[in-house]
């Protein structure tokens, strides 16, 4: 019993030690006393202060956000675990917001768990690069995450249209496939949005839009969200 005990734990500090940090794509909530008021939040953040909100990660826990558009980055403790719209993929005060540059109508950004054992240091860049490829044997309610802008000095002018990363997959057969199945099971989605995307890297991405505003998005992205889709990403100018 304790051989079999002893065997468990090691498999679980295995599984622990390897266990990819979180990484998203999509926008920031801004927060605001308006939207605590309005109950749109349920707690709040020191608005005069440089903090963060993450819904699903742990207290404490560091965050790195990084504003796609400009390249610039900061890294900061969770402060809470706050509830939000989920649409968006992390709660900012205005001061962090003001320090990324980012654009209060299009606050897009990345998100990267900073993990403080030694070896996921060692392996971030691996895990960085793993975490772009497709697994075949994902769902399909597994949301890959995309390349937002391969150009590291983008001006915010550059932002023509964005999307939502529905998902990726390797064959247009299978995308072809998701694509009838959103079109029967949501009637009221418009079915001009749906477009299959091929990547240089065969890489075949579903994507809807394209959407000009964060409002025009949020009624796509909420049907999509009810239909089954645990984690979707923002990609622009596909």
Do not use: W
Request: glycine share 2%; with cysteine.
């Amino acid at each position: 019993i304790i051989s079999l005990l002893l065997i468990s734990c090691a498999s679980n500090q295995n599984m622990m030690q390897y266990k990819k940090p979180y990484n998203s794509k999509g926008f920031a909530f801004i927060f605001s006393e308006a939207d605590f008021k309005n109950g749109l939040i349920n707690g709040r953040l020191d608005n005069s202060i440089m903090q963060i909100s993450h819904r699903s990660l742990k207290t404490n826990s560091l965050i790195k956000i990084i504003n796609p558009i400009t390249n610039k980055t900061l890294t900061l403790k969770n402060h809470k675990r706050l509830k939000y719209p989920e649409m968006y993929k992390v709660l900012i005060t205005k001061p962090v917001a003001d320090k990324l540059d980012l654009d209060s109508n299009l606050p897009l950004v990345e998100i990267m768990e900073q993990k403080k054992n030694k070896s996921f240091v060692a392996k971030k860049a691996k895990i960085f690069n793993e975490e772009k490829k497709i697994s075949k044997n994902a769902p399909v309610t597994s949301v890959q995450i995309s390349n937002i802008s391969k150009n590291k000095m983008k001006k915010k002018s550059s932002i023509d249209q964005i999307f939502i990363l529905i998902a990726s997959f390797y064959s247009k057969e299978t995308a072809e496939f998701l694509k009838k199945r959103i079109t029967k099971e949501l009637p009221n989605y418009d079915i001009k949005k749906l477009k299959i995307r091929k990547k240089k890297d065969k890489e075949i991405n579903l994507i809807s839009g394209p959407y000009k505003t964060i409002n025009l998005m949020k009624n796509d992205y909420i049907q999509l969200k009810k239909f089954g889709f645990e984690d979707l990403d923002i990609t622009l100018n596909e």
